[in-house]
């Protein structure tokens, strides 16, 4: 009788772990190592390689004006969409609409998002910090459209808010369908996303420096202006970040809360491609704003650091 | 102490606004789903469930979910394999380039979603794919895939190298080591990141309303078509769908991984 059983008798986990092992040697031999991350991160770069193909395709399209004759777009390139577009004054009227809209959702989201994330992190309570989290990820994995819905109903002639302003004798009042009511719906959109990239740089904060500052004569006010907003400044930069580039590229909220009168750049983008026909000049205001959107990026990278966007484990 | 009595009662203040302002869409629509008028209000007038009933019978919006959930599965199961191996390289080995590499990785996030949605759909179109469903799942998981990688590369920062080293001192080859040791440690973040990329794609409204045509709209696409025309209550059941897919993914995550993970410093 054999010492060893015999090669059959292993189980067959090992047998098919050992099968893989050698197709895996004979696909991408051992002195290849060196090739493994490359190889590793190869779909990724792949995947993120379609988007990188079809911004070449937006660009190109943005080259060929729409021929009134043949409704195609035009076989030679020209700059004439961009000419048109820096001298229409309804683009401007709709890029400064949603830059300043932009600004004031990010200003009012990181001053709700900061005592939120603050008060989650800091609590005592288990409980309290999980329903806190719940709250926040509960509309964060609804959806735009359906919140937007709610808000629909909620704000609405007959809605509850003009109910409750009934009762003490106002209104009703046209709530919804206007600029500030798709900048608020804004700002309940970006609130988890805020709170979230908040989060984790005011948890790195340790207590006892906050302690330390206010036993050395720091009211709280000051605490805060000099302590804790200087460290937190990572997660102040990735949270206005996030904030700033999704507004500014909105879709849904003006959609729908803004009632057809209050265009974004997105709305703007969509209806030259689906109401006007005209792909070129739509393509031309994509690129204007993929490069308004990198530029804003790019600056407050090159001014505050990556924040905690960066996609590596730890600091670089 | 009157200055925490000040400081709790400033950012108390400040956090039930936010609260109110989190839950009142979410908590509106549940309600008027329950509606038993022909109108949609809320409060609503008397409770029942026929508007659940007329959605369960609605063969166009029973459709449209089957669509999105297939969207979400395709979304994950590209999105899985090539996340955790993308977040893995970036977190463990020193790659050449990894600066630019980054920048390039991010693109989904840093290319508004409208240039995204309108890019594929140029590209898809003349490859001529538009109309199925899967360019529709795979665009979804290229706007998300740095949520997946963000995930991996997290929880990455917990794995002990040392644990692949004594994995292979104990005869383990590369592969195995890999699939036995490195995967399982790195799981909270492929649970984490699968069920964020589910979700997302579940719910994904602008790029999947550039890349469906009438036969192939998703949930979202469908709700919002309604909503500019009538608003019925049927749309508010609807949507309790998608309040019920987010609370049992809140569950499952805080079941599986904890929600406290998204509170850790990197």
């Known amino acids: 009788m054999p010492l060893r059983p015999s090669r059959s008798a292993y189980p067959l986990s090992w047998r098919v772990l050992d099968a893989l092992e050698a197709g895996a040697r004979g696909v991408w031999p051992a002195r290849f190592a060196r090739g493994v991350p490359w190889l590793m991160l190869a779909p990724a770069i792949l995947l993120v390689g379609l988007l990188a193909v079809s911004l070449f395709e937006i660009a190109d399209a943005s080259l060929r004006t729409l021929d009134t004759a043949t409704f195609l777009p035009s076989e030679e390139h020209t700059l004439a969409n961009y000419a048109r577009a820096f001298s229409e004054p309804v683009v401007l009227a709709v890029g400064l609409r949603s830059l300043g809209g932009a600004l004031l959702v990010t200003l009012a989201t990181l001053i709700l998002a900061f005592p939120y994330a603050y008060a989650m992190v800091r609590t005592p309570s288990a409980a309290w910090r999980k329903t806190l989290l719940i709250a926040l990820f509960l509309p964060f994995f609804i959806g735009q459209v359906v919140r937007a819905y709610g808000w629909l109903i909620l704000l609405g002639n007959q809605g509850l808010a003009n109910e409750i302003l009934g009762l003490a004798g106002l209104g009703p009042y046209r709530l919804l369908f206007n600029y500030w009511a798709v900048l608020f719906g804004l700002v309940q959109y970006m609130l988890p996303f805020a709170v979230l990239m908040l989060a984790p740089a005011l948890s790195a904060i340790p207590e006892e420096v906050e302690a330390a500052a206010g036993s050395l004569g720091a009211n709280w006010g000051r605490t805060l202006l000099h302590v804790v907003f200087p460290m937190a400044k990572p997660g102040f930069v990735g949270a206005g970040l996030v904030v700033l580039t999704l507004t500014l590229t909105d879709f849904a909220i003006p959609a729908i809360l803004g009632g057809g009168g209050q265009d974004f750049i997105a709305n703007a983008i969509y209806d030259q491609f689906f109401r006007t026909s005209d792909q070129g000049m739509g393509a031309t205001l994509t690129v204007l704003l993929v490069l308004v959107g990198s530029t804003l990026v790019g600056l407050v990278f090159a001014l505050f650091g990556a924040g905690t966007l960066s996609l590596r484990g730890r600091g670089p | ?266």
């Open chain 2, 1 to 266: 102490m009157r200055e925490a009595r000040a400081k709790r009662l400033v950012i108390g203040a400040l956090v039930a606004l936010s609260l109110l302002i989190l839950s009142a869409p979410t908590l509106v629509v549940l309600g008027a789903s329950f509606t038993a008028g022909n109108i949609i209000a809320f409060p609503p007038d008397g409770l029942s469930l026929k508007w659940y009933e007329k959605v369960a019978g609605a063969s166009d919006l029973r459709q449209a979910f089957w669509r999105s959930l297939q969207v979400a599965l395709i979304c994950t199961i590209v999105a899985v394999p090539v996340g955790t191996l993308a977040g893995l390289a970036l977190a463990k080995h020193r790659v050449r380039f990894s600066n630019a590499l980054q920048v390039y990785l991010l693109l989904p996030f840093t290319i508004p979603l409208i240039g995204s949605g309108i890019g594929l759909m140029l590209l898809f179109g003349e490859a001529g794919v538009l109309g199925s469903l899967w360019p529709v799942g795979l665009a979804a998981c290229v706007i998300n895939l740095p949520f997946m990688i963000w995930a991996v590369t997290a929880s990455a920062g917990a794995l002990d190298p040392d644990l692949e080293l004594a994995a292979a001192s104990c005869g383990a080859p590369p592969l195995q080591t890999f699939l036995l040791v490195t995967v399982p440690a790195v799981a909270p973040g492929i649970i984490t990141g699968s069920l964020l990329m589910f979700i997302l794609a579940l719910n994904e409204f602008l790029v999947s309303l550039l890349l469906v045509d009438a036969r192939t709209v998703t949930l979202p696409v469908q709700i919002y078509n309604s909503i500019r025309s009538i608003i019925t209550p049927d749309l508010a059941a609807i949507s309790v769908v998608f309040i019920a897919c987010a609370a049992l993914a809140i569950l499952a995550l805080d079941r599986l991984v904890g929600l406290d993970i998204f509170l850790k410093s990197k």
